[in-house]
């Protein structure tokens, strides 16, 4: 294998930015394991390519994840860029989802790519290097309406991989968090990505109804196009040390900047007050 040529492994890639993160790695001339609940959607999506393995591959699934690295082993001998795509998203306000709905978005979102992740690892402490890219979102560093559970499990990501990057920069491993904003993904799609909220109270059921006819209309019109976020990523990751964060979008970086100035001034507000909590001897 050439000294340029790395070996993707991409779940989620059956639809949305997990097809377009494929294609560009593909096209700049890496080998891609892509990976999703149906294989043959999976190359179907893509498209049929000399360098390109289709995998089956549930997320929430522990032992699948090993099987697919080991399918990924088999064929190409290594894994150089792990990236974790694969979510959901259930929407709607705190009490209106239900415990079970919140526990599958973790599931999804959250557990599965410590899954794919705990699957991985090993083959890249063998070769001692490796890259973990892990899409979460805009809603992982700002909290919004009618995102809890969805806002939970990106959060949980960013924690996991501020602190992972200790853990595995000995072994040669780079990792970086990606926070996309709007982008024109399956992201919204009904019953594909997108789930509304299972439990109806009337206190929030006209805010539920309205949000809802909201978001259905943002879908298809994201401001943000997932090819260029595949390109970009692809450019990051060729580029050698990786950032520890991409925040991706105009209205990503200015979300994030507005939240930053928010927490600036909160620390502020009770900077007084916060100092005198020292231990007095």
Known sequence: MDNNTKVWFITG?????????????????????????????????????????????????????????????????????????????????????????????????????????????????????????TVTSTAGLVGGEFTAAYAASKFALEGWMESLRHDVEPFGIGTMAV????????????GASTIWPAVDIDDYAERTARTITTWRSMNGQQGGDPRKLADALVVLSDGGKLPLRFVAGADAMGAVEDNLAAIRDQIDANRGLSASLAYEA
């Open 13 to 133: 890639a059956s639809r949305g930015l997990g097809i377009d993160i494929a294609q560009a790695a593909l096209a700049a001339g890496h080998s891609v394991v892509a990976t999703g609940r149906d294989a043959a959607r999976v190359e179907a999506a893509v498209g049929a390519h000399d360098n390109l393995l289709a995998v089956a591959l549930d997320v929430t699934d522990p032992d699948a994840a090993t099987t697919a690295t080991q399918a990924a082993g088999d064929r190409f001998g290594r894994i150089d860029v792990l990236v974790n795509n694969a979510g959901n998203f259930y929407a709607g306000y705190f009490e209106t989802i239900s415990p079970e709905q919140f526990r599958a978005q973790l599931e999804t979102n959250f557990f599965g790519p410590l899954n794919v992740t705990r699957a991985v690892l090993p083959v890249m402490r063998a070769q001692r290097g490796g890259q973990v890219i």
């Open 179 to 190: 926070e996309p904003g709007f982008f024109r993904t399956e992201l919204l799609v009904e």
